[in-house]
């Protein structure tokens, strides 16, 4: 008999699975465990007359190493601190992220990912929404897989391993995580673990038997004790090979059942530190276990060359360093359909410049791409005409400019610029270069003489036509620069800021300004601008302080100096307000009150001057709290008042989301003088390291004496962390204006009524006093009518002008006048003419109608209402020759729409619609088109509102369905599903069998109501309990399903299906809830009511 020598660690009596997750995995998934089939297959080997043969471990023998892998689901931001557990033993992880999860509340941020892989850790992917992939489509699966790898490189990790969600997988999803690129997958319950699988090997072997199905212990959880993780360990030693442990959260107060403590977690951490010590263990990652190399991509590289419009390419170049490339596809940028294979050719349907893209596959799936510009071009031509030829005149020249054309496929050599006296062609400029420029000074011309000018373009090839002549030009002798306009001042300390629109500079360049300030009629010493060119702004000093002043300027060329601007609007130059004692800080902090565990200093770090104050902690090791400044300022009582001030913030911490901020933040707030916030200026974490202005108006607090507190809050982290702000430049301004009167109204428009007009118009500026009254004038041509005053608090902007001539045109004008004065009048309104009493209304239009079971929809347009509200339509039915009696549609306002009923099916009816208002009735409306009512049939469904209990209905499953009270319509419902209490695992349905009519559509309509406390459907993917509607054969094969969700909204909702398909076919509705036997806090259930078959 042959000898078959088989290995085992433990006795392979019973491989009984008892964890949650295989019990879940066998009972929901079909998949049997890898142990379960080795053993199968050994059993089969002993049919064949093999035998079998326990050898055990020899004596005396050293003991293999076993390796340890600590392994993390999901991305719990409580798996940071566990990180750093690790961290503090010198031991890495492998982190299984499920990437939608990430940068969310309570989850790890990307940060955190850099920062644990950072440490040595490696990052595995856990698909993008944690699905149970073997519930899914191929092609989901696959994007749920590759999409979540994708996702982990654009954050910049190249992750080899996966961990199914759920445990759950069959040799379709292994397949898909193989394509994905991944190097192994975990599964869990095939290790002997303290609650599961008592009958399974203490390890997984090394190399696995199967990479992408590697056995693993249950998942930790509450119930597990330092004891049953030591065991784990030890009891893998003897017979050495490979042990994942898989954690979910390590915190206090989580999900009970995958969560143990940070201090068993840490314990346990501590002695498997110390274990490796005796040369039989080793924490690796799951890479470093399997020895996984991940696959590199290819490198995408080709050369061109064209003939023509004709261009090769040649893609020979691609590498891969560890692979070969498998496939090659060519954009050829021009939308044409993407080419293959290595050396392809393309002919392009035009000359030009294209964006050539080659990306290359690898055989392990990964691409790489690349882009280069290809050029193709036809036979070159001369170059095109030269297009928009504009000239500006100067003295005794023309400055010509152009733009360049289509240069026939040869590069524009030079161009001629041509010019035009009358009818006489003078001799042309030439314009060289490489390219040359497409604009010329042209000299030598006459001034007073009207000159147009034409330009060629020349290539290799030959010359263009000549351009379309530039619009004539006129060279002049220089003059004196005409005046400065748009002249504005404002008021400074003794001083005023003077800006102005440069002018005209008469042909010759402006060499300076003079800005001359005036106060009561006086004008003062003027003050020079200079410069190549002179600034169009300037600061007036030296000026009184409370007294008006306005401004003019001048230019001055080579020529002379222009006439005088018109003067600037008057400002009164004002001292700053007394407020912030040393806000520039050049006294030190002197005047400034410092608190917190980390008093602020002074700097030379400066927004102007040379002194700022420093908040915060620059470098050093930061404690935790506060870093403030204050200073206690009393706010003017009149006028507005802006605080402002610059910042220079610096954080290597996290930003704020809003003003919540998780770590280090900078603030400023307006507090009373015993510490309350009066109100945020600002709260912010950021590390822009630039100087920023911020203001606030601080006039509601006028007469009040607040603090300004400036602030750095630390959390006393590790030094990389450091937060600190620069302060400088904090003042408090405050300006006063004088009220005047508004200004005009605008927008005025009126609407004409009977011998009267509706007149409407928008509020003015109120000049700084409020608005008390308007005035509307009416206007009959030159005739200026009494007018209208409306007054309130604030006074409307609308009024009816009543006592009108009907038949005569009216324009209004209005003012509006506060406490100072009147503003001027408004523009006027457009002219309207008030008219006499309303009519009847016009005929409606575009009568419609749509046929029904004995019945029409008909509807319409509203018509014309003569000047009175339409009241009622009446809806006239004509059966050939013959008109029935009409129906009156009534409302406010009537509806343009009706059903008419009582017709006969069969006959073809016509519709006329009138109208009526006060005044009368309108004519007929065109007829509609016939239409003929039809009967429609109902196929009744037995019971289907459950008027009678569940009577005619078959009910199944664990948890029979119940009547209910609980209706859409009646007093009946049915229940399915567990309301209340412990719901078991399984099936809740209602079912009746009836016969589709062979003929005409069938409609199924049903109405129900979802509650559910579970987890949504994704699609059709549903992880727990759902709701459903199928159509089946009488023996219970599914033809169709109507609906598969699981939701709480807990409203009644129609659903409709065509139902034509199985036409004199007998069928079964088969309604159903589906429990998964979870706590009472799942409770899953749904009425269902009003279910019907209509056939037409």
């Known amino acids: ?59 005396q023998a050293a003991l293999p190493k076993t390796i340890i892998s600590l392994t993390f689901d999901d991305g719990n931001d409580d798996q940071l601190a566990a990180e750093q557990v690790l961290k503090s033993h010198g031991l890495h992880g492998t982190f299984f992220i499920t990437t939608s999860w990430i940068d969310n509340p309570s989850w ?101 038997a199967n990479p992408y199905n590697t056995a693993a212990p249950d998942e930790v959880d509450s119930t597990w004790t330092l004891q049953n993780l030591e065991d784990l360990v030890t009891n893998a030693e003897p017979g050495g090979g490979w042990v994942q442990f898989t954690f979910h959260h390590i915190a206090v107060g989580t999900d009970p059942t995958l969560t143990i403590s940070p201090s068993l977690f840490s314990t346990f951490i501590t002695w498997l530190a110390a274990r490796t010590a005796n040369g039989t263990t080793s924490v690796q990652t799951v890479a470093q276990a399997l020895g996984n190399t991940p696959n590199q991509p290819p490198t995408a590289a080709f050369t061109s060359s064209t003939s023509g419009l004709t261009a090769t390419f040649d893609g020979s170049a691609s590498t891969d360093p560890n692979g070969t490339v498998a496939s090659y596809s060519w954009d050829f940028g021009d939308g044409s359909p993407a080419g293959t294979g290595v050396k392809p050719s393309h002919t392009y349907a035009a000359a030009g410049t294209y964006q ?177 060119p002179p600034s169009t702004t300037a600061t007036v000093t030296g000026l009184s302080n409370g007294t008006a002043y306005t401004f003019t300027v001048t230019a001055t060329n080579a020529v002379g100096t222009s006439p005088a601007s018109a003067a600037s609007a008057p400002v009164t130059p004002a001292a700053p307000v007394p407020g912030v004692t040393n806000g520039g800080f050049e006294s030190g902090l002197t005047s400034w009150t410092t608190g917190g565990v980390r008093a602020p200093v002074a700097s030379t770090t400066a927004h102007a001057g040379t002194g700022s104050a420093l908040l915060g902690l620059a470098s050093g090791t930061e404690p935790l709290g506060d870093s403030s400044l204050a200073q206690t300022i009393t706010v003017p009582a009149a006028g507005t008042s802006t605080l402002s001030f610059w910042y220079q913030p610096h954080t290597a911490d996290d930003t704020c989301t809003g003003t919540t901020c998780r770590y280090d933040w900078m603030e400023a707030q307006v507090r009373t003088t015993t510490g309350t916030t009066l109100a945020s200026l600002f709260k912010l974490s950021s590390n822009s390291g630039t100087w920023t202005q911020l203001s606030a108006n601080l006039t509601a607090y006028n007469g009040q004496t607040v603090v300004l507190w400036f602030n750095v809050h630390l959390d006393g982290a590790s030094p990389a962390d450091d937060t600190w702000m620069y302060l400088d430049d904090v003042t408090l301004t405050n300006t006063q204006t004088t009220p005047t009167a508004p200004a005009a109204p605008a927008g005025v428009t ?74 001027p009048a408004s523009a006027a309104s457009a002219p309207v003419t008030p008219t006499a009493t309303a009519t009847a209304p016009a005929a409606p239009t575009g009568v419609t109608a749509a046929a029904g079971n004995a019945s029409a929809a008909v509807s319409w347009t509203a018509p014309a209402n003569g000047g009175s509200p339409i009241t009622s339509y009446a809806v006239t039915p004509h059966a050939g020759t013959t008109t029935l009696a009409p129906v009156t549609v009534t409302g406010t306002p009537p509806a343009t729409s009706t059903t008419v009923t009582g017709l006969s099916n ?141 939701n709480n909204n807990g409203t009644w909702t129609q659903f409709s299906a065509d139902l034509s398909a199985y036409k004199g ?8 809830v589906h429990l998964d036997g979870s706590s009472p806090a799942d409770d899953t259930w749904m009425y269902l009511d009003d279910v019907t078959l209509t056939n037409g």
Not at 152 to 171: H, K, M, Q, V
């Open 356 to 532: 050539v893209k080659l990306t290359v596959t690898d055989s392990g799936g990964l691409t790489g791409t690349v882009t280069h510009p290809v050029t193709v071009a036809a036979a070159a031509t001369a170059p095109a005409a030269p297009t928009g030829v504009t000239a500006t005149a100067g003295n005794a020249s023309a400055v010509v400019s152009w733009t360049a054309p289509a240069n026939g496929g040869s590069p524009v050599t030079s161009y001629a610029v041509t010019p035009h006296a009358g009818g006489t062609a003078l001799a042309p400029v030439t314009v060289s270069g490489n390219p040359p420029a497409t604009t010329a000074t042209v000299t030598g011309l006459s001034n007073g003489t009207a000159y147009t000018f034409t330009v060629t373009a020349t290539n290799a090839v030959g010359t263009s036509p000549a351009s379309a002549a530039s619009a004539p030009v006129t060279p002049a002798a220089p003059t004196a620069p005409a005046a400065p306009t748009g002249v504005s001042a404002t008021a400074g300390n003794a001083s005023a800021v003077v800006s102005w629109t440069a002018p005209a500079n008469g042909g010759s360049p402006i060499s300076s300004y003079a800005v001359t300030p005036s106060s009561g009629g006086t004008a003062l010493a003027p003050v020079t601008v200079s410069g190549s």
């Open 1 to 59: 008999m042959r000898l078959l020598t088989i290995l085992f660690r433990q006795s392979m009596a019973s491989f009984r699975r008892q964890g949650r997750t295989t019990a879940w995995r066998k009972k929901v998934l079909g998949i049997r465990s890898p142990w379960f089939r080795w053993a199968t297959a050994a059993s089969v080997l002993m049919l064949f007359g093999y035998s079998m043969v326990y050898i055990g471990a020899p004596a």
């Open 750 to 823: 009126a609407a004409a009524g009977n011998a009267s007009a509706t007149v409407s118009w928008t509020a003015p500026a109120n000049g700084g006093s409020a608005i008390t009254s308007y005035a509307v004038t009416p206007h009959a041509g030159t005739t200026t009518l009494a007018p209208v005053t409306v007054t309130g608090n604030p006074p409307a902007t609308s009024t009816t002008v009543s006592g009108l001539s009907n038949g005569t045109a009216y324009t209004f004008t209005v003012t509006a006048t506060n406490a100072v004065g009147t503003s």
């Open 1065 to 1072: 076919q007998t069928i079964t509705l088969w309604f159903n």
């Open 906 to 1046: 069969g006959t073809a009816y016509t519709f006329t619609v009138t109208a009526t208002n006060a005044v009368g009735t309108s004519p007929a409306s065109a007829a509609s088109a016939p239409v003929t009512p039809t009967a429609t049939t109902t196929s009744t469904i037995t019971n289907g509102g459950f008027e009678s209990g569940l009577s005619s209905w078959t009910t199944g499953g664990v948890r029979a369905p119940a009547a209910s009270t609980t209706a859409h319509t009646g007093t009946g419902s049915a229940l399915l599903g567990l309301a209340s209490g412990t719901e078991p695992l399984g099936d809740s349905s209602l079912s009746q069998t009836i016969t589709v009519p062979a003929t005409g559509t069938s409609t199924l309509s049903f109405w129900y109501q979802p509650h559910s406390a579970e987890d949504p459907c994704t699609g059709n993917a549903c992880p727990y309990d759902w709701m459903e509607a199928q159509v089946r054969t009488t023996n219970g094969t599914v033809l169709g399903s109507l609906l598969k969700l699981c």
């Open 108 to 208: 790890l941020t990307r940060a955190n990912l850099n920062s644990i892989a950072a440490d040595g850790n490696e990052i595995g992917g856990h698909t993008i929404t944690h699905p149970d992939l073997t519930t899914l489509s191929t092609s989901a699966a696959t994007n749920e897989v590759c999409g979540g790898r994708t996702t982990l490189a654009s954050w910049g990790f190249n992750a080899t391993d996966f961990a199914y969600p759920f445990a759950a997988e069959n040799s379709s999803v292994e397949q898909i995580v193989k394509n994905c690129g991944f190097a192994s997958a975990r599964n869990l319950g095939d290790i002997r673990s303290p609650a599961s699988c008592s009958g399974c090997p203490f390890a997984e072997t090394l190399p696995p």
